[in-house]
């Protein structure tokens, strides 16, 4: 069964205080990995899609890179606007339509 | 821009009441999802659609049926809600072809079950 696993559950930073989040995945051949950014109240929106091992991705001051078990999100320099929370998502060969999300990161970026 | 609309974004039903939630998408899309979305479960995948008049169970379709009349539109019924059916359901869409191209979603509809 796909597992993932992101990881902290929450994290505060200073505005300008650049950090990284961790999505851990197990998925019986990955056909593509998802980041998608998730407003109080509102539906996730959609960021990244990374297809395999080695791939980066860039919008802004996020960046998003992606391993044979892990993808990691990096926020550089971030302003108080970022604060979400930030949702990792896997799709396996196996898997038909299914995606398997994490529990997601909330990020707060303090002014 | 995909736009996934969806009906009501709260709503306050009785226990055993049959409840409809309406998902519309503005792109042409041939698949259709419904999730929900709990705290610390994550989004759990209900039903989806492919192509109208044409449904696959997700994980947890208990309690749950959809119906998909026109391409465009796609329902999720609570045959006869239960307290435990309180959730945040998410409705998403994604074109045609290969199917790692990433879903879109609407905004939600907060459901509570009393």
């Known amino acids: 069964e796909d597992q993932v696993t992101q990881s902290p559950e929450a994290l505060r930073l200073q505005e300008g205080e650049s950090s990284s989040l961790n999505c851990s995945y197990t998925v019986s051949g990955l056909r593509g990995l998802f980041w998608y950014r998730q407003d109080p109240g509102k539906g996730p929106e959609f960021l990244f899609t990374?297809?395999?091992a080695g791939e980066e991705k860039e919008k802004e001051r996020l960046k998003a890179t992606l391993t044979k078990k892990e993808s990691f999100l990096h926020i550089t320099a971030p302003k108080p606007e970022d604060s979400a929370t930030y949702l990792c998502?896997?799709?396996?060969?196996?898997?038909?339509?299914?995606?398997?999300f994490g529990t997601g990161t909330r990020l707060t970026i303090i002014p | 821009d995909v736009k996934v609309t969806q009906s009501s974004r709260y709503l306050v039903k009785r226990t055993g009441e049959k409840v409809f939630l309406e998902c519309v998408q503005d792109m042409d899309h041939e698949n259709m999802f419904w999730y929900r979305q709990d705290p610390g479960l994550g989004l759990r995948l209900i039903y989806f659609?492919?192509?109208?008049?044409?449904?696959e169970k997700g994980d947890i379709p208990e309690g749950y049926s959809v119906s998909r009349e026109k391409k465009e539109r796609f329902s999720l019924i609570l045959e006869s809600a239960s307290t435990n059916q309180t959730s945040m359901y998410l409705c998403a869409s994604r074109s045609g072809g290969p199917s790692n191209q990433p879903q879109h979603f609407g905004d939600g509809t907060r459901l509570s079950i009393l």
């Open positions: 990374l297809y395999s």
């Open positions: 998502a896997v799709h396996s060969n196996f898997g038909n339509e299914k995606l398997t």
């Open positions: 659609s492919y192509d109208v008049k044409m449904k």
